[in-house]
């Protein structure tokens, strides 16, 4: 499935009212342009992701999007979704590959420089990495420290992977964020927690390809 | 593989002093006549997960002694492992089966009458179930509570898959839980706390294997 980080979307179903509330805010920021899914669900048991992402599935593929799963590859061929996300204390990416064949699409966190080194000799092995966190954020308690623009900008460009920037990304700090000229803008809260989530994507869109 | 209930080791590496404690801990007990294993972490990544599991691979194969990890099936697929226990929240049966394939083990934790009831049809789809808690334990807080001698008599009478029992069982009550006739005992503070885990185990199996 094609990738395009532009706008992507990190569904936590605790901060989406649960179960039906995580597809109806799916559907909505599809609907707005959010152009990649991934569902991250820390306090679910297994069961309960497997349940959300059969159903986020259909959703999805409605828009060609890629739905990935965050660190369980086991829910991720149990589903069938379109990839996994992983964490530097995940299994690490050449399991993940091994595991899920040549076409998932794999991400990994990156949050220094040694991390990006590490990551880059692994070539298509990875897909993506994910820059951050950008900002602190209550979202993720665990994250390292706030890399701010100037780091976030400093990893992407050693990076020979395309580059998705996360953590405390909002509406109102997509602008600042562009500078780092990431290959796109992961958001949580922003879109979860947004009033008419549908708007939200749209105006982090527009902000996103705006000239700056 | 062979699977031998009768002595059913819980190894937690918090509870084993880490990684290497865990090894020095599953070899004495395997030594003390444990006859099947399983990592449990709820508290690792699972990167470390692999990395221990991976290790005590060749322990427990040396012994001809099954290696079970707990809940995560694409740990189970990474090391190899001889397969998995699940939950009632975890990825179900049938897609345990599906991943890991016809040979390997797959335990499921029973907890009451409607548990096991949905339990027996599964058939092969299983290989065991952990019946419990017998008892209140601190190991694992957010168990169900405790069904006692007589609640897990009933359940394991009412199984048509070999049983286990677990939760709180210790050498001073191990001779009671024998009254509920479980194909074995599993037990995780009781060998991985002891002082000498390899007589821990030999005691245990004693214990077990005496007439009442």
Do not use: M, W
């Given at each position: 499935m094609n990738l395009d980080l532009s706008?992507?979307?990190?569904?936590?179903?605790?901060?989406?009212?649960?179960?039906?509330?995580?597809l109806a805010i799916a559907q909505a920021a599809l609907e707005g342009g959010v152009t990649i899914v991934q569902l991250r669900a820390p306090q679910w048991h297994k069961r309960a992701w497997l349940a959300l992402a059969s159903d986020l599935l259909p959703i999805?593929?409605?828009?060609?999007?890629?739905?990935?799963?965050?660190?369980?590859i086991d829910v991720a061929l149990a589903c069938g979704a379109d990839g996994v996300h992983i964490g530097q204390k995940d299994l690490p990416p050449e399991v993940a590959r091994k595991l899920l064949g040549p076409r998932a699409l794999i991400g990994l966190s990156v949050a220094d420089e040694r991390e990006v080194?590490?990551?880059?000799?692994?070539?298509?092995m990875i897909d993506y990495v994910g820059v951050g966190p950008v900002?602190?954020?209550?979202t993720?308690?665990?994250?390292?420290?706030?890399?701010?623009?100037?780091?976030?900008a400093a990893l992407c460009a050693r990076s020979l992977h395309p580059t998705v920037a996360i953590g405390g990304i909002q509406l109102s700090n997509a602008g600042h964020v562009k500078r780092a000229k990431p290959?796109?803008?992961a958001v949580v809260s922003a879109i979860c927690k947004a009033a008419d989530p549908r708007l939200?994507?749209?105006?982090?869109?527009?902000?996103?390809?705006?000239t700056s």
């Open positions: 706008l992507y979307l990190v569904l936590d179903p605790v901060q989406c009212g649960g179960h039906a509330g995580s999805t593929r409605q828009f060609a999007v890629p739905l990935i799963i965050n660190d369980h080194d590490d990551a880059n000799p692994l070539g298509t900002f602190d954020t209550p993720k308690p665990d994250a390292s420290a706030a890399l701010g623009i100037e780091g976030v290959g796109g803008i939200a994507a749209q105006q982090l869109r527009a902000e996103n390809s705006r």
